[in-house]
Structure formats: C-alpha cells, structure tokens
C-alpha cells in the first residue's frame, strides 16, 4: 500500500458465499502452531487447494455474503495476511471477522463484487473510496474508512498503531 496515497492494486481471487474461518483456515492447523508464516502456507486449501501458490504479493479475496462467518479466532485474518493478500472484499462480513481483521492491520472493504471477476486486476483507493477494475475500466464505490482506521490499517494493526501514538490520536 502507497502509505501517502492509500492505493492498493493487485489480482482477484474470487469466491462465493460463506466462507467461514474454517474454509480460510482448516481447524487442524489452527492450534499446532503460532507461527503465522506457517498458517498462511495452508490459506483456503481446503476449498482452493494450493492457493497459497496461486497469489502474488498485494492480490485481493474477493468474496460474495458473510466472509469469515465461524469461529471468532484470529488465525483466519491472520493468515489472510501472512499471505500478503492486499485486501478482503466482500458484500459482508461476520462482525467478529471484520473486527479481528482492522485490529491486525488487515483492508476489509465492503462492496457489491458481482462486476468483478476472477483474475482481474483492481485498483482500490482506500481514501477516495472507490474501485477501480482495470480491464473495463469500471469504478465501484464504496465508502471511505474513517480516517483513523486508515491509521490502523497504515501502522499494521492496533497493537503496532498504540506503539506508534500512545493511545488514540486525537
């Protein structure tokens, strides 16, 4: 991410509805290890197998309803970015999902995602707020995150965003 800007750009992944933290990342690796480097080599296997191979730094999930439905435990963003995925967009997202996501430092957009394909590259301006498929040229809006989640997002999550400040910037 362009730190000044707050552009991404990256290949989409797509997929449907539902994918819940176990699809993301399968219960048997969830408690064998810490190492996220790790969990993210086993990222979606279960339903994409081999996806961790598929993606390039800065590429997008791109997902229909309730993305990260399931269990509430971090391993599921967690491993999202440890693959260096540039961002998770969804038409939903389960509330403890999308929390646990901003808290580490993980984009989650909320947007219609019927007009973006699988393997289309996007550019997303998380500022402006809007989506940009670069093949037909079509913009998605979607609305801006408020100026100190982008704070969060930009310092790495909220742990790494309290080092930086000392507690919320005023």
Not at 25 to 48: M, P, Q, V, W
Not at 74 to 84: F, G, N, R, T, V
Request: hydrophobic share 40%; proline share 4%.
């Amino acid at each position: 991410m362009s730190k000044k800007e707050k552009i991404l750009k990256g290949r989409v992944h797509k997929l449907g509805d539902n994918i819940n933290t176990d699809y993301i990342i399968s219960g048997r690796y969830k408690f064998k290890t810490l190492n996220n480097k790790l969990l993210a080599e086993h990222l979606l296997e279960d339903i994409k197998p081999k996806f961790y191979q598929k993606v390039s730094p800065g590429d997008f999930i791109v997902a229909g309803e309730n993305f990260g439905c399931g269990s509430s435990r971090e391993q599921a963003p967690l491993a999202i970015k440890y693959a260096k995925i540039g961002a998770v967009l969804a038409k939903s997202f389960a509330r403890i999902f999308y929390r646990n996501a901003i808290n580490i430092g993980l984009p989650i957009i909320i947007t219609e995602t019927e007009k973006i394909s699988d393997g289309e590259e996007l550019l997303i301006d998380l500022v402006k707020g809007e989506i940009y498929i670069l093949k037909t040229g079509t913009v998605l809006p979607v609305k801006p995150f408020p100026t100190q989640i982008l704070q969060i997002i930009e310092a790495g999550g909220l742990i790494e965003y309290f080092k930086k400040y000392g507690g919320w910037k005023s």
